[in-house]
């Protein structure tokens, strides 16, 4: 990882200094463990700053939004896959951008961590083969890293960026069969009854601080539906109905435009895996137009086109 | 102010004492991390927790409220008017709240109880609870409640506080709400050690530190326009974790919401950092961007408060926002940045 660092430093320098971009959009290291904080560097001095670890798991596609400065942004697979939506849904132009492509190894999950150890995390390392040790209250452990890696990285089929201008290393093996969509099928299964205990179950921590909308990078609305007050659409309360509405109609929003980046669930205070909903559609997209967003500036999304030859069994 | 020695092995009983005179809430463990709850059929509260997820602001503070209800169900013989919602004044103790969360309360106190306006739904909820306090021996890594005018001791807001003695507890009696509680419970063997000593280890063990002595005197233009913001709020995606995770933030939106002829009005825990929070009626945001709105939330914290009540800064320390801000912004970083640029201000101004 260190190596990764060093190469982003160095490029981000080059380019701030060849003024091929104004910002260079990366994460510094954060002041707590399995934390880094996203940020813009103009300056070789700045550049130092930016780092690489398994701890950028936040989707930094989603600090281009509307953007108008010429910006070299660092991106991992997931990262590179929300830019071209962005492209696609014209928040940023391709000529703007200078993509830092990173090869993705799968990001740390710190619930993961935080479930398997005894006491406060206190310090977290990496070794370059994959091994994980955590310095806890407690004592010392260490983890596979393929262990506690976030759950959408660890079913991740496109990990290597989809568009840049650089990599920073070479390609990592992509993974191959590998069961997407397992907990969508077992979703799938259930009765009505057993959906609706199961969504109530998973939202019912929810404490509607939007964290999970405002980490996506889908979610650039102007003004969320949630948040629109002329007229209103939605209670604010903590009603499970309301809170439910919310989730669901979020993510019917992201359909056919997610790549399961996990930022959503990262960012969640209260741990929901809200994910299991953007999921279901993605799978839905895959299945009726065989389309996974985020993959070509070319193509135009799946709910975005009418083709002749599209599924319409669900038309009743 | 008396000292009671609790064995571990009374615990229970005076727990069974308690929950037959008072509503209690205590912390438990939900399935990844604690939270405080309502201590039901017997339900102990787990105080092997270091610290919970949410504070246990919604104790008398509830994320949804109700205010009054209406029916304009002209079957009804209330058709037509305002109902006020029944008082809650059940009496309630709260087993286990931490001298951070329990200083908070008394922060959020000057906004709710004051000379000119006191909320009763707040002040219902605050007068009925009995705070129980369980002294900080083991606190986390992020805390920094010594230099937020707090501390693992810190005895402000708290009826009891307890310490943890491997097999006993030690308790103090703060007030005479306390000293009721420990009747109720029946402890009552005099101790004869103080919490002195292992307060000191406790203090000790804090490391992390906020900065914040240039703050009060120093020129609040100055501080608001300093060019560092763009920078510290970069980061930052506008959710509301940070506010709903702190025990000392306290705004709330008023909402009415009508189903088909039954009403209510209503307040929920609102947000500073959502863009909505400052919205006209004409449209127009005062607060537009996120640097507008992270700027706010540590000048309200670090600056605005400190010189409008003089009491110090509106944060315990409880490190909850650090822990659990998604996109990692400290309080400890904003506070060193605005301390250092408030001492250049002092400076150009005695040049």
């Known amino acids: 990882m260190i190596t990764y660092s060093n190469k982003i430093k160095e490029i981000a320098k080059r380019l701030l200094k060849e003024c091929r971009a104004e910002m260079v959009i990366g994460f510094r290291k954060g002041s707590i463990p399995m934390m880094n904080e996203p940020c813009f560097v103009r300056t070789d001095e700045q550049a130092d700053d930016l780092v690489w670890d398994s701890h950028c798991g936040i989707n930094l596609a989603n600090y281009l939004t509307s953007r108008d400065e010429k910006i070299a942004i660092v991106a991992k697979g997931c990262d590179s896959r929300n830019i071209v939506n962005h492209i696609v849904e014209n928040k940023i132009n391709r000529e703007q951008l200078y993509i830092i ?86 979703l799938e299964a259930m009765s009505t009854e057993e959906k609706r205990a199961y969504f109530d179950e998973l939202l019912a921590p929810c404490i509607r601080c939007y964290a999970c909308r ?68 993605n799978k839905d997209c895959l299945d009726l137009y065989d389309w996974q967003a985020g993959m070509s500036i070319d193509k135009r999304p799946a709910l975005d086109v009418y083709q002749t030859n599209d599924p319409e069994k669900f038309i009743k | 102010m008396k000292v009671i020695k609790i064995d571990k092995a009374q615990f229970a009983d005076g727990y069974k004492a308690l929950q037959k005179v008072y509503k209690l809430f205590g912390p438990v463990k939900e399935k990844a991390f604690y939270n405080f709850k309502e201590l039901v059929d017997g339900r102990q509260a787990d105080l092997s927790f270091q610290n919970t997820r949410l504070s246990p602001k919604s104790i008398v503070f509830p994320q949804s409220e109700d205010m009054f209800t209406y029916t304009l169900d002209e079957a009804s013989k209330d058709a037509n008017q305002l109902k006020p919602v029944p008082e809650k004044n059940e009496s309630r103790a709260v087993i286990g709240i931490r001298p951070c969360d329990a200083k908070a309360i008394s922060l959020v106190r000057m906004n709710f109880d004051t000379q000119e306006y006191k909320d009763p739904y707040w002040l219902n909820l605050f007068n009925a609870t009995t705070f129980v306090g369980l002294a900080c021996d083991s606190p986390c890594q992020s805390c920094f409640c010594t230099t937020a005018g707090c501390g693992p001791y810190h005895e402000d807001g708290l009826d009891i506080l307890l310490s943890d003695q491997t097999d006993h507890f030690l308790a103090k009696e703060l007030t005479d709400k306390g000293a009721k509680l420990m009747k109720a419970a029946g402890w009552k063997t005099k101790a004869t050690a103080g919490l002195e000593d292992k307060k000191k280890t406790a203090e000790s063990k804090i490391t992390a530190k906020i900065s914040t002595d240039n703050l009060s005197g120093a020129d609040t233009l100055a501080l608001y326009n300093a060019n560092f913001w763009e920078d510290a709020s970069f980061a930052c995606i506008n959710c509301g974790t940070c506010t709903f995770v702190c025990p000392t933030c306290w705004c709330f939106d008023i909402q009415d919401e009508v189903h088909a002829k039954n009403g209510k009005r209503m307040r929920n825990w609102d947000s500073c950092m959502f863009p909505i929070f400052t919205v006209h009626t004409t449209g127009h945001n005062p607060r537009e961007t996120k640097l507008h709105r992270v700027r706010q939330r540590f000048m309200h914290k670090l600056k605005y408060f400190v010189d409008k009540y003089e009491k110090g800064i509106m944060c315990v320390g409880c490190g909850r926002c650090v822990s659990q801000c998604p996109v990692n912004i400290d309080i400890r970083k904003i506070s060193e940045l605005m301390n250092k640029q408030a001492s250049k201000n002092i400076c150009a101004v005695q040049k």
């Open chain 1, 101 to 186: 492509g990173v090869p993705c190894q799968g990001m740390v999950d710190k619930r993961k961590i935080l479930a398997q150890t005894e006491g406060e995390v206190l310090q977290i390392t990496e070794t370059e083969n994959g091994q994980i040790t955590v310095k806890s209250a407690n004592g010392e452990k260490t983890f596979s890293k393929s262990d506690v890696i976030q759950q959408n990285c660890s079913v991740c089929i496109q990990p290597n960026p989809v568009l840049y201008d650089e990599m920073v290393a070479d390609p990592v093996q992509g993974q191959t069969d590998i069961d997407q969509f397992a907990d969508v099928r077992a």
């Open chain 1, 214 to 281: 405002n980490a996506c990078p889908l979610c650039y609305c102007p003004t969320c539906f949630v948040d629109e007050s002329k007229p209103q659409w939605l209670g604010k309360s903590q009603d499970i109905m309301d809170i439910k509405t919310f989730h669901f109609l979020r993510a019917y929003h992201c359909a056919g435009r997610c790549t399961d980046c996990g930022a959503c669930e990262r960012a969640c205070p209260v741990g929901i895996n809200m994910r299991i909903l953007t999921k279901k559609l």
